[in-house]
């Protein structure tokens, strides 16, 4: 199905531990992103790509790792886990400059 | 100054009010401009662009004003379905560390029967 896909849907993990949100889009677009969404601070980015094998950072990206070595896939790794960590993440992709299509996002707990 | 801002609200209207958003953002240089709607705990999702002319979508008209760098949305008989939080969304001429898009924290409606 064409579309942006998001996995896992939810995810608790331990304080210190690696681990890894994925993003899938199907429509090639070029840009894709990630943010995060806590109560009180709206959608905040974490990192974006324009293009395989380009990623830039965005306004919070300590603590994250990503990589985009094919077009469709974007993951985020949270190379050691913390608390602070624990939040919604959502997955964006852009084709041309018009409006981003937001995966169904991964609910996040570290505990 | 922020560079999207918008009323947090609550708006708790009844159903059939009408109500409308307010947005103002500082890049004189944006050219895009969007409402998005979050439902509580879903992702975003594009409500509608909004154009220099000012366009409508059913129940929904979005405004643009250029010189005062104001954008709204209004609408009309309200559902309970219109319950939601409605992002005002910005494009940033020149990306860096926000991306391609400014979103607004958003405004909060609630519809009431």
Partial sequence: DAGITQSPRYKITETGRQVTLMCHQT???????????DLGHGLRLIYYSAAADITDKGEVPDGYVVSRSKTENFPLTLESATRSQTSVYFCASQGTLNGYTFGSGTRLTVV | RKEVEQDPGPFNVPEGATVAFNCTYSNSASQSFFWYRQDCRKEPKLLMS????GNEDGRFTAQLN????????????????????????????????????IFGKGTKLSVKP
């Fill in chain 1, 27 to 37: 429509w090639s677009h070029s840009y894709m992103f990630w943010y995060r969404q």
């Fill in chain 2, 50 to 53: 909004v154009y220099s002319s």
């Fill in chain 2, 66 to 101: 250029r010189a005062s760098q104001y954008i709204s949305l209004l609408i009309r008989d309200s559902k309970l379905s219109d319950s939601a939080t409605y992002l005002c969304v910005v494009n940033s001429p020149w990306g860096g560390s926000q991306g391609n898009l």
